[in-house]
C-alpha cells in the first residue's frame, strides 16, 4: 500500500497494471538497489565540491527531496553554478520532459562554457 501510494507520487496516475509494475520495481529497488541513495536513505553531498560549472534540477512537485534541501543547493552554488526547477515536474522530470531538459543541459553547456554567470536560477526559451 506505501509503495503503491509513492509510485503515484513519482510518476502520477497510473493503470492498476502500470501501478502494479511500478510497486515491484520499488520494492527490487529497496531490496537491492545500487544507488547512493533510496527511497529509505538519502546521501548528502558536500556543496561546493565540483569544479566545473554545476547544474543543478529537480521537479517543482518532487516529493522525495525536501523543500529545505532544494533551498539549501540554491546557497551552495558557485559563480558559473546554475539551479532549474522543471515546473510540473516530478521526481523523475527527466523522463516526463526530456526535450525540455535537453534543452536545459544544452544551454548550460554552451553558456558555462562560454560565459560563466552568477549562480542563479535558468530559464528555457520556452518560459519553464
Known amino acids: 500500500m506505501v509503495l503503491a501510494q509513492?509510485?503515484?507520487l513519482l510518476f502520477g496516475p497510473q493503470t492498476l497494471s502500470m501501478t502494479a509494475a511500478l510497486v515491484?520495481?520499488?520494492r527490487l529497488d529497496l531490496d537491492d538497489g545500487l544507488t547512493f541513495h533510496s527511497l529509505a536513505h538519502q546521501t548528502?553531498?558536500?556543496m561546493g565540491a565540483v569544479a566545473p560549472p554545476l547544474l543543478v534540477c529537480h521537479g517543482a512537485h518532487d516529493v522525495i527531496i525536501d523543500p529545505n534541501r532544494q533551498a539549501q543547493w540554491s546557497?551552495?552554488?558557485k559563480v558559473g553554478d546554475r539551479r532549474w526547477v522543471c515546473p510540473g515536474g516530478r521526481h523523475f522530470f527527466h523522463y516526463d520532459y526530456p526535450q525540455l531538459v535537453a534543452e536545459i543541459i544544452q544551454n548550460h553547456w554552451l553558456q558555462?562554457?562560454?560565459n560563466p554567470a552568477q549562480p542563479a536560477?535558468?530559464?528555457s526559451r520556452r518560459g519553464a
Open 112 to 114: 558555462g562554457a562560454a
Open 121 to 123: 536560477s535558468i530559464k
Open 44 to 46: 548528502h553531498l558536500t
Open 6 to 8: 509513492m509510485a503515484r
Open 75 to 77: 546557497q551552495g552554488l
Open 24 to 26: 515491484d520495481r520499488l
